[in-house]
């Protein structure tokens, strides 16, 4: 084989269809699209997004050569999804949330090494955005809280959040698609069906993406009491895998931790350790509760 023809061979791939649930206003749908200009699409790709708005926002904006599907029954990311994988005719699936920006190689990424016939899907790597300066958006940074290698999910652990997943599209047809009717957890979910369906998760630390923090503490702590809910419906549905962040050993500890840091006058450390302990109250409230995702009519 010529070295001309090696190279042409290297850049072979599957086609890839990058789905995107989006909810958000303007500002967040024009961040989105100029992020979805990033990647790097070739012939028999596409970009589609699913629009999870309750008036259908992207249908009143110019969003390029982006494919817009609406999702108009349930306010969920996993019903986004699942009316964006209907109209996908890609061979993968590459989920990514809204508030990521991939680098601009991030399907070259995927497919830079051989994927194994028995791999149904591949975890990229997601770490926060390093221009957020909120100090909500720094804390949620300092403590890697999508990061797959080192964050609450990694990939070593069979874990992956769909803020950047790749999956066989066939694997993804054979699980039944991700669980609608929830408001979190349903990532989770998938990746644990995964191998129960004879498919395994690789992890490909070198396809980045930057996720976009909550900007202010409460739409942050929001968040993760939403992700209590979703823990405790995991549980339900695979007793013993998600129990109960540990509330009063954990408050104890970020008590001691707190006043030796301040001590040693390391005070923003202190907030975020202080932060930590407010977090663990707020994953408790939120398992306890409801996970069924609402209506958007």
Not at 101 to 113: H, K, M, R
Not at 250 to 257: E, I, K, N, P
Not at 260 to 272: K, L, N, S, T, Y
Request: positive net charge.
């Amino acid at each position: 084989m010529t070295a001309v023809n090696a190279h042409s061979s290297a850049r072979v791939r599957p086609s890839v269809s990058v789905v995107v649930p989006f909810r958000g206003d303007r500002a967040a749908a024009n961040r989105m699209l100029a992020a979805l200009r990033w990647l790097d699409l070739r012939d028999g790709d596409e970009a589609i997004v699913a629009d999870n708005t309750a008036g259908g926002l992207l249908g009143t904006m110019q969003v390029g050569e982006v494919q817009v599907v609406n999702a108009p029954r349930l306010r969920s990311s996993y019903h986004a999804r699942n009316a964006g994988v209907r109209a996908a005719t890609g061979d993968w699936l590459l989920f990514m949330d809204a508030d990521c920006v991939p680098q601009a190689d991030l399907l070259a990424a995927y497919f830079s090494e051989p994927i194994a016939d028995d791999c149904g899907a591949l975890a990229g790597q997601i770490l926060g955005d390093p221009d957020q300066r909120s100090f909500a958006a720094r804390y949620a940074r300092s403590r890697k809280l999508f990061d797959h290698a080192d964050g609450l999910i990694q990939a070593a652990e069979g874990g992956a959040a769909a803020g950047n997943l790749l999956v066989r599209r066939t694997a993804f047809d054979g699980i039944g698609h991700f669980t609608e009717g929830i408001r979190s957890g349903g990532d989770l979910d998938l990746c644990r069906r995964l191998p129960a369906a004879g498919w395994r998760l690789d992890f490909r630390a070198q396809a980045l993406v930057h996720h976009r923090h909550r900007a202010t503490l409460p739409s942050l702590l929001g968040a993760i009491a939403r992700y209590g809910a979703g823990a405790r419906w995991l549980n339900e549905r695979y007793p013993g895998s998600s129990p109960p962040w540990p509330l009063h050993l954990g408050l104890a500890s970020v008590g001691r931790d707190v006043v030796g840091h301040v001590r040693a006058r390391r005070i923003e450390d202190a907030a975020f350790r202080g932060i930590d302990g407010v977090g663990l109250v707020a994953h408790r409230i939120g398992y306890a509760m409801d996970n069924t995702a609402g209506s958007l009519k």
